[in-house]
């Protein structure tokens, strides 16, 4: 039987995990935090990722977790429609997209994979293409190693050297609250320097996030988050009042720059290691779900590795190139700009929009 071990119990190591179990592999996660845990937030999945959900055996419990019925788009700060998506054609035409607690999607995974397949409190200090992997606990050697260890992956060294990760010139907050009234948009609003999103979560939560420019590591303070979306339209200031500071996440957005080979000898990055992305297409999660399908299904292949890059490689990079470039539009902060920003958005009609997510919903395994 061959063997493999995946650096990182994130979203992309316990779907890796999964599909390599089911094509027979014997696999170990190997994870830093005592436990897999995902606090404060959600996090949508596209149809393409749940094509590759479906291809992992755990397509329908996360679909079950949809939310019907609900309108979506982009609004301004005063909550004027700006662009409005056409939810039945999305549905009909690549199938809708799910909003899920994160929690609750790393559950699902980690169920439905063998007991003990993931060994918690493990911290990966490098890795080499011969596949060894030395950790906290010794070293460990596979025909394969999976590096899903995330922004900051030290398996990457071993395949490409130190990369430094790109702060984006933005930073975001997520929650997840309770709102007494039940919301039924999926959008985002956009205003000078500063964006909100919100979906509603089957439970009857909302998952929020607020997005402004910022330099590098201000600290910030959740009262002032409060304070800068106070004017917004409702329910934006309900939500943020309703957000637990204590259970919010902050965090500044980066991506990586393109690496020249997701591969070295029996070492394959995946996820946020090989494509870490900027959030404003809402795939990166979504790609680290397509990159194990695609991982498991070649990995045992001749050549099955350097097949991985170059499948998953240029996509990745076009689906970041894109995801960048949003953040840019979405975050302008000078008046002008964003004034003929909105009259731009106001006049794009929603078939096109929906014809330009065609190339990254169209997915298939
Ligand atoms: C604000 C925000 C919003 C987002 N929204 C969306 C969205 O709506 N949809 C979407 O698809 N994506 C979204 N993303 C992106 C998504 O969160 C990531 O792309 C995804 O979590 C990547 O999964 P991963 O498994 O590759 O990495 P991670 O989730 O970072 O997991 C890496 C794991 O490896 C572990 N690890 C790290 N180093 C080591 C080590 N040395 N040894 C052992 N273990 C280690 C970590 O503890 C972690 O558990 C968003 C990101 C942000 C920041």
Redesign the pocket.
Known sequence: MSTAIV???????LATALALTRRGWSVEV????PELTEVGSG???WSN?LRALDALGVGSPVRAQAVEDVSAGVRDARGRRLARTDVATLRERFGAPVVVHRAALLEILRAALPEDTVRTG???SSADPDGSVTHSAGVSTADLVVG????N??VRRAVCGEVRARYAGYT?W?AVVELPEKLTEFGETWGRGARFGMAPLADGRVYC?AVYNAPEHAPGTFAEVRDRFAGWHHPIPALLAAADPNAVLH?D?YDIPALPSFTAGRIAL????AH?MT?NL?????Q?LEDAVVLARLAAEPDGLARYDRERRPRTRMIATRSARIGTIGQLSAAPLVALRDNVLRLVPASLSLRAMGEVLDWTC
Not at 30 to 33: G, K, P
Not at 148 to 151: E, F, I, K, V
Not at 282 to 286: E, L, M, N, T
């Open positions: 650096v990182g119990g994130g979203i992309g190591g190997l994870e830093r935090t996090i949508s999945l990722a493990i911290a990966v899903a260890d995330g922004l992956s030290v975001a997520r996030f965090n957005i995946l996820g946020d290691a870490a959030p809402g795939q990166g999660g979504c680290a």
